[in-house]
């Protein structure tokens, strides 16, 4: 509303500001013009007053028509005229020029009104035209109240536009602006018509696409937050249950270091679950720390190979690496990417099947250093790829078919993947299961 004021203020404004100045020049140009047309006639009528009478008397009349008032100056001195502004205006000192052979032009006051005197010598003695001013320029001054009414209409037109096209955005608008504070109060089924100017269709639209991106986003934080309930719930249940047992004594004394066990194993299960989480929070942290060195990860691989070797071995799974003979460098976190490879291969170990593989890869391409992390599992289907990475999406879908560790692993990997500059993706192996493929930098 307050835009569409102004645009109207800025309209009517200039229109006043375009109608004074065109008042103003043409007033000014008129009085000039005015004056020296009266100067014309004069020397018209200096010419014609030496000719015949009957030529004298059409010019007297056409004087007449005009609203110009004529004297003659006679040799004595006299000044013969039947119009009384002529007498007032002109002087004795005009008279006397004239007489002795000079033109007269001047402006003078006469009670109050603004006259034109135009005085010139012929045979008989002069002839003296007087106008007033305002004769002179009263078709300008017609003009002038007709360019005064056309501004105010211009101004009266823009006022209606201007309320118009405000009443018509601020509709849409008001629509728009309670769509956000509903959304901002925490009303997710916000809907808006595409109805309005192109912009504000563009608005609206917007709004719709944010409300729509809010319910997906906050159902799948519920879902979420319920699977991770969850998970804390089963642990939470075996630990308060064998604690009570093993409080109130009814664990037989050859049975208590298996209910330990048992107990260790939920607790650390649990342990897992908070420790993702907070690897989750810490990764949308401003704070997140990352250092960043040269490094070879064809060395970075064969230690972390190494290590996961020995935990794979125990469950018969063979761990190979597959890695050029020269280095391959990047600029990276070590212990980042490390921490990102180890998710991969918790994930692998998880699902791979004993005496199938899984493939830790290493290969520099034009601009970039590869890492592959692949499996002989079940691997993914294709509706499974571009969500792989998304929180608790997969856990939700393979819940009971297969193991699934807390939905965060993947998660995690792409935060820490994005925070050292790089990219991760999910694939399809040669091995039969999944691929994941780290992609950074390449550095010489």
């Known amino acids: 509303m307050r835009i569409s004021l102004l645009s109207i203020g800025i309209a009517v404004i200039t ?5 004074a100045l065109a008042t103003g020049l043409i007033r000014t140009n008129s009085t000039a013009t005015a ?41 004595n001195g006299r ?6 502004l002529v007498e007032r205006a002109v002087g004795d000192s005009d008279i006397s020029a004239v007489l ?14 603004t006259v034109f005197i135009e005085a010139r010598p012929v045979a008989a003695g002069g002839i003296v035209l ?15 109240r007709r360019i005064v009414l056309a501004v105010l209409i211009a101004g009266a037109v823009a006022t209606a536009l201007g309320l118009l096209v405000a009443w018509r955005l601020a509709r849409p608008l008001r629509r728009t602006a309670a769509a956000a504070h509903s959304l901002a109060a925490g009303n997710r089924d916000v809907t808006l018509p595409a109805q309005g100017p192109t912009e504000v269709v563009a608005v609206s639209e917007a ?39 093993l409080a109130e004594g009814v664990v037989p004394p050859d049975e208590v270091a298996q209910v330990g066990g048992v107990v260790l194993a939920e607790a650390k299960r649990l342990e897992r679950l908070v420790g993702d989480l907070l690897d989750l929070a810490r990764l949308g942290a401003q704070d997140f720390r990352v250092q960043f060195g040269r490094v070879d990860l064809v060395a970075l691989a064969q230690d972390s190979v190494r290590v996961w ?38 994930n692998a170990l998880r699902v791979t099947p ?91």
């Open 35 to 75: 004056h020296r047309n009266l100067a014309k006639l004069a020397d018209v009528t200096q010419s014609a007053a030496d000719n015949r009478l009957v030529a004298q008397v059409r010019l007297r009349q056409a004087l007449q028509g005009l609203n110009v008032r004529s004297g003659i100056i006679r040799k």
């Open 309 to 346: 070797s020995d935990r794979a071995a125990s469950v018969a799974v063979p761990v190979r690496l597959d890695a050029p003979p020269v280095p391959v460098w990047t600029s990276t976190d070590p212990a980042r990417l490390r921490q990102a490879l180890d998710g991969l291969f918790d």
């Open 354 to 444: 004993s005496g199938a593989p899984i493939v830790l890869a290493v290969r520099a391409e034009p601009g970039l250093a590869i890492v592959e992390v692949r499996d002989g599992g079940p691997g993914l289907q294709d509706a499974d790829l571009p969500v792989a990475f998304e929180q608790g999406v997969l856990y939700e879908r393979y819940r009971g078919v297969r193991q699934v560790g807390t939905g965060l692993g993947l998660a995690i990997v792409h935060g820490l993947v994005q925070r050292l500059g790089g990219t991760v993706e999910a694939g399809h192996s040669a091995e039969g299961g999944a691929r994941f493929t780290v992609r950074l930098p390449l550095t010489s």
């Open 207 to 245: 709004i719709n696409t944010l409300a729509g991106a809010l319910r997906h986003s906050e159902a799948r934080q519920r879902d979420f937050l319920l699977s991770v309930s969850h998970d804390l719930r089963t642990p939470l249940t075996a630990v308060s249950g064998y604690a009570e047992s």
């Open 100 to 113: 002795a052979g000079n033109a007269v032009s001047s402006t003078r006051s006469i009670a109050g009104s």
């Open 15 to 19: 229109a006043v500001i375009a109608g």
């Open 79 to 84: 000044l013969a005229t039947r119009w009384p």
């Open 130 to 144: 007087v106008e007033r001013r305002a004769d002179a320029v009263a078709q300008t001054e017609r003009a002038v």
